[in-house]
């Protein structure tokens, strides 16, 4: 069954706005593990928009303590800043479960784009090996919905990354226009794809509750989903808790 992991990024958007410790990052993830959710995601940014060192360790250390996965997203590539060590430093010091590597700039106001992977993987190389060596798991975010990026997949398979993310993104915007079916060819493809070369497939960006089912009906062997947007937003009018064992009870639903 695919697994659940909670990113917890808008959590700090609304913590950070007053400049204070509320809205509680931790009691949120743990809130998340309580109803059932299998991991925690976080996505910190140079610029600290949102997520900050300090909350990926103290992330790592609540996950760690309830034996559940942490993945943490960025790019490994932004060089670090005050309040930012760096990618692959954070994953040096927080050893999570798995490391997405994702290409966003600075400027970016969110995620919107793989790697290219003809052009990215010699330099991804060492990074995966690195990543890796500290007991990650890596994955890397890939598009599916563009043909020259989405060729890209065996070169994603051949920095030696143990999974591709593929962005999901495109995939919301052509369900909330209820013209998802090409799209989700096309997503199915490319994880058959994935997996023919050896990676395994997460997905990410953009789900929700409404989208959700469909995408995994469609798409087989989605390793895991990471939700952090959509859920939020809801937990907003129902609860964080009742809205996770939601998203638990679309997963289950899908048919094997
Ligand atoms: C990689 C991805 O698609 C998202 O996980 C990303 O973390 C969203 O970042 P923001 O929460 O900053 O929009
Ligand atoms: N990798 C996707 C993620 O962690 C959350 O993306 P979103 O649900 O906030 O769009």
Redesign the pocket.
Known sequence: MTALSV?V??IA?LRNSRGGSEPDVLRAAATCLDAGAHGI???P?PDG???RADDVLALARLTRERGVEFNI?GNPFAPAREGYPGFVELCRQARPAQA?L?P?GDG?????HGFDFARDAGRLRPLVRELKQMGCRVSL?ADAWEPVRAEGIEHAASTGADRV?L???PYADAAAAGEEGPMLERFAGIARRARAAGLEVNA???LSQSNLGRFLEAVEGVREV?I??ALISEALYDGLHRTVQRYLQVIASVRA
Do not use: A, C, L, P
């Open positions: 990113n990024n808008k958007v995601t976080v996505h940014r928009r949102h997520i997203e997405t994702v966003d970016q106001i969110t995620s919107d975010f993310e962005y999901t993104g990410g960006h953009d990471s952090g947007h």
